[in-house]
């Protein structure tokens, strides 16, 4: 069991890591053309380019996390599961709160990795 949670840790931060790479180049792309489209001042547009970049990178460096942090387990090496528990954390109230304002399904691309690094994050159980 611990294998699989492992894995599935190691899964969700491989996800992420490619989230973070369509969140940047790919989301970026067509919400400036949206913004273009409205004829959104071209400062508001940078700052919103910043602040969304700036998440593709937190996506990234949560998923680059995760997977350090499993591949050592996987290793066998003793490592804190609390990083990887307070990124599911902030997943999962990210992409429930965002689900519920919006009703928009798309954020389950949060809370889908979220529950998988919650899962794997649980703490083992002792032997008997």
């Known amino acids: 069991m611990r294998k699989f949670r492992a894995a599935l840790g190691l899964l969700a931060g491989i996800v992420m ?3 973070s790479a369509a969140h940047s180049l790919l989301g970026w792309k067509q919400f400036q053309a949206a913004l273009e489209e409205l004829q959104a001042p071209s400062d508001l547009i940078f ?40 990124i599911a954390i902030a997943y999962m109230v990210f992409g429930i709160g965002a689900l519920a304002m919006s ?10 990795p979220g529950l998988m690094l919650a899962f794997a994050s649980l703490p083992a159980r002792a032997a008997a």
């Open 17 to 19: 890591v490619l989230s």
């Open 47 to 86: 700052g919103l380019a910043v602040g969304w970049h700036f998440g593709g990178v937190a996506i990234f460096t949560f998923g680059c996390i995760a997977i350090v942090v499993f591949a050592s387990v996987l290793r066998g090496r003793a490592v804190s599961l609390l990083p990887t528990a307070l």
């Open 103 to 112: 009703k928009n399904p798309f954020f389950f691309i949060f809370i889908v």
